[in-house]
């Protein structure tokens, strides 16, 4: 599968930004999704999960209750909606996609990342 994020750019703290990530091909609802983000000069984290009926999610710490993930089957569409931004969000995203059944415990497809930036 391969994915194609978007929607990222520049927002002041407190606003709010809807990512997206497309994923090519049709088998998108056989895999679980996931939304990564890396700040400048840290490591890559893990931001929210959804799985692969949309039934499902998972959020770090750091964006619970701001942040929320959901998938669309029919456009074959990952999206984050983000809300409340503030500095530290500002990161490139990621989004990824894992096979339902997979036996790698990570994600093994990723899209080009888009760059939000979330000015004070």
């Known amino acids: 599968v391969q994915l194609q994020a978007s929607g990222g750019g520049l927002v002041q703290a407190g606003g709010s930004l809807r990512l997206s990530c497309v994923a090519s091909?049709?088998?998108?609802?056989?895999?679980?999704m996931a939304w990564f983000r890396q700040a400048p000069g840290k490591e890559r984290e893990l931001a929210a999960t959804v799985n692969w009926s949309g039934a499902s999610t998972s959020y770090a710490d750091s964006v619970k209750g701001r942040f929320t993930i959901s998938r669309d089957n029919t456009k074959n569409t990952v999206y984050l909606q983000m809300n409340s931004l503030k500095p530290d969000d500002t990161a490139v995203y990621y989004c990824?996609?894992?096979?339902?059944?997979?036996?790698?415990?990570?994600?093994?497809?990723w899209g080009q990342g888009t760059l939000v930036t979330v000015s004070s």
């Open positions: 091909g049709r088998t998108f609802n056989t895999y679980h």
């Open positions: 990824a996609a894992r096979a339902i059944g997979s036996t790698s415990p990570g994600y093994s497809y």
